[in-house]
């Protein structure tokens, strides 16, 4: 949902998905009444003051996608020699509290597959098995 005052614009977004359940997207009038409220709060919000602050980033992986998946596609790396070197499967990128791992076997969230659109079976790409363990209030997929 966009509204905006003059030439002051803003956004409210609520995601709503499921590969499982058509049934999630019936009645979802108040969660598109939300989005309407959601920008029109972001219109009369006042701007937050500049400094350090901390922030808990989207469970969702929309950020990480955004950061990281967008800057190690495919083209990208194979244009740029540095980002090839940058990019190598395994090496380790920023400090060794961040863990990112290409996935889809890990069930019930967002991106889990058991099969790719070209129907190869999916597996984890990190190289070790495993040595993390995801959150214990990840989302899920409705009904699992």
């Known amino acids: 949902m966009t509204c905006g005052v003059g030439s002051l614009v803003k956004q ?32 009369e919000a006042k701007p937050v003051k500049g400094g350090q602050y901390t922030v808990l980033l989207d469970p969702y992986g929309v950020f990480i996608h955004e950061a990281f998946c967008h800057l190690s596609e495919t083209d990208s790396i194979c244009e740029n020699p540095q980002m090839e070197e940058l990019l190598k499967l395994g090496k380790p990128i920023g400090t060794e509290k961040l863990n990112v791992v290409d996935d889809a076997t890990i069930d019930g969230l967002s991106g889990s597959l058991t099969k790719s659109a070209s129907q190869q079976v999916c597996k984890c790409t990190h190289p070790q098995p495993r040595p993390w363990r995801t959150h214990p209030r990840a989302p899920t997929v409705e009904g699992k």
């Open 12 to 43: 409210g977004i609520k995601s709503i998905s499921s590969r499982t359940d058509y049934n999630t997207l019936c009645n979802i009038d108040k969660k598109v009444i939300g989005s309407e409220e959601q920008a029109i709060r972001q219109l």
